[in-house]
DNA sequence: GGCTTACCATACGCAACAGTATGGAGACCT
DNA sequence: AGGTCTCCATACTGTTGCGTATGGTAAGCC
């Protein structure tokens, strides 16, 4: 089931994992000191000893989850020349990998706990001043560029959020990649 | 405090309306049998005379705010002649009610719950169509208006979110209104 | 004036979780 | 070989919140 079961003795980097997978499953509230117990196949009595409490343990997995972020989408596209040519191949990326948005959108689920609230506002703010920097770089002057990164932005998590939750039906595929070229077309400022 | 405070003898709806104001401050999460009794003066042995269950409060409660939903914006929007006024009508009356979007952002973030998760697939399904039939009628065609209309759903939900969950920073008043304009400026079509 | 109905209080049981106290077993040094 | 440190099991406490059982009281028939 898991990559970390079947180990006799285990490290707090263990247990942040582990809370890491099951919050992708299953939402950060299913993450009980006892279930992770169950799974890394220990007691509670294990946990407390690597971690002061349930909540430390989200702290540190949740840091844990924004560093892999920070490294991640912006490295690749970062190296395509042309402006334009990069914001596109940003929205389109992000359309495809369908993997990372099921944390995101967990994440989105639990803007409740004190501890997720400033993970994601860090990261969201990152994501939407690379995306304004981008598209200013594209040809928009800058307050039109910053609109329209918080716009993107804001599109970006309210579809995640409407087909996650099953709000809207689940598109076909063929369907939603002409949405996503509806989306480019709209918010990408054209070539110059 | 509450409107519904101050009566001798309740009935299931000053039930559901106090749940309705408990969710609208502190979200579906905190509304809790014993919390709402103490609200209207009385204990839960109350509760369960009107209702079977917590559950059956919730779905009754969520019922009556689906009920005032529908006969909300879009009755008023309506009587606009014009199709195009009648989208940018329709932006601007979402950007400047505040009051409304307070409720919808706490039943977003219960999506986990069960009761939730129907009535606002209904109500956003219900939306995006009236928004795309009004896209539509404004010049656009239909697969065109079908995502354009999930485009700005999308954002306003997602705005939604990032706002009131302080995923980024509350923007000033004059700054708010700029990027409503920005938005119905990429978002509804020109003027044929 | 008794009887029913509607509404409410009091006092439970029960399950889920967080967190604590304490002891034990193995690895590893010296 | 003894001691210490690390990791874990067991067995508790405490709280929160749902639901139930049962009795009480006021209002309205008959």
Known sequence: MSASVERQRLSAGDWELAALELIEEQGVAAVTVELLARRLGVTKGSFYWHFASRDALLEA??????????????????????????????????????????????????????????????VSQRRVAYLSAALRAAGLERTDAA??????????????????????????????????????????????
């Open 61 to 122: 997995a949740l840091k844990r989850w924004e560093q892999l972020d920070t490294v991640g989408v912006i490295a690749q596209v970062d190296r395509i020349a042309s402006p334009r040519e990069r914001v596109v191949a940003l929205f389109r990326h992000t359309s495809h990998e369908i993997r990372e948005h099921v944390m995101f959108s967990a994440l989105l689920r639990a803007m409740d706990h004190p501890a997720v609230q400033p993970v994601m506002q860090r």
């Open 147 to 192: 609109h329209r990164a918080q716009l993107a932005y804001a599109a970006y998590v309210g579809m995640l959020q409407l087909i996650m939750q099953r709000m809207l039906p689940r598109p076909a595929h063929e369907d939603f990649e002409a949405y996503v070229e509806h989306v480019i077309d709209a918010l990408v400022p054209p070539a110059s």
